[in-house]
């Protein structure tokens, strides 16, 4: 697919959206899963050998203006449960790991220029609940991380994602989160790493794996 400007357009493997003016002020929740062909399109981008299944439960609230109390919804809060099962090569035999990933984690979609400080859900007025100073608008997230001010630490707030139209894309969320949640290093349970020393005396050596040491006695079985 191409733009107006003859430019490609990367088609999202998983895309799935919310919308704001559908979701019932008490909530509700919403399951998501992947098809066959979008399995095979992830697991290729991700280098699986396969996918075998891939769902999300999505519970979806809105978030309301301090001011008004009710509608019209200023965004939307989310929380993300997510499931998959994939085979991955071993990083030392390439031979099939099988594997089953969960993760949960939460984002608010908010539109431009709404104010985190005014939307019930997003923390105390102004902070975030450890007197760290949030940015006056969703744009002034957005300004931060483009010149690069923004430094976040575990107990910080996360920037919102910014809804579009009133439309919310968690697809492409939920399938970043699954590739951070894969072991980088998949491994069959029956291959121990026979280990290696580096260094010159006792104190400097450090115990590394050495995956060639058990390819050769593979070779050898």
């Given amino acids: 697919m191409s733009d107006n400007n003859g430019n490609v357009i990367q088609e999202a493997e998983f895309s799935r959206i919310i919308r704001v003016d559908n979701i019932a002020e008490d909530g509700e929740v919403i399951a998501f899963s992947a098809t066959e062909a979008e399995r095979e399109a992830l697991a290729t981008r991700m280098g699986l050998l396969a996918m075998e299944s891939f769902q999300a439960d999505v519970t979806a609230s809105p978030l309301l203006s301090r001011q008004q109390q009710r509608g019209p919804y200023k965004g939307i ?4 449960a997510f499931r998959a099962d994939v085979i991955q090569s071993c990083v ?8 089953t990933v969960s993760h949960e984690f939460e984002v608010d979609f908010l539109p431009k220029g709404a104010d985190p400080a005014d939307v019930i859900g997003t923390g105390s007025p102004g902070t ?18 483009e010149d690069g001010e ?11 994602e910014i809804l579009r139209g009133g439309v919310a894309e968690i697809g492409e969320l939920i399938v970043e989160n699954l590739s951070l949640s894969l072991d ?12 290696t020393r580096s260094g010159d005396n006792d104190e400097d050596n450090v115990v590394r794996d ?10 050898t079985d």
């Fill in 92 to 99: 030392v035999t390439l031979e099939p790991v099988t594997a």
């Fill in 184 to 195: 980088p290093y998949p491994r069959r349970d029956d291959v121990e790493m026979e280990k």
């Fill in 210 to 219: 050495n995956p060639f040491a058990v390819l050769a006695s593979l070779k």
């Fill in 77 to 80: 809060h989310l929380h993300v």
């Fill in 128 to 145: 975030t609940g450890n007197d760290k100073k949030l940015p006056e608008t969703v744009d002034d997230w957005l300004e931060s991380l």
């Fill in 150 to 160: 923004m430094v976040f630490d575990a107990d910080d707030v996360d920037p919102p």
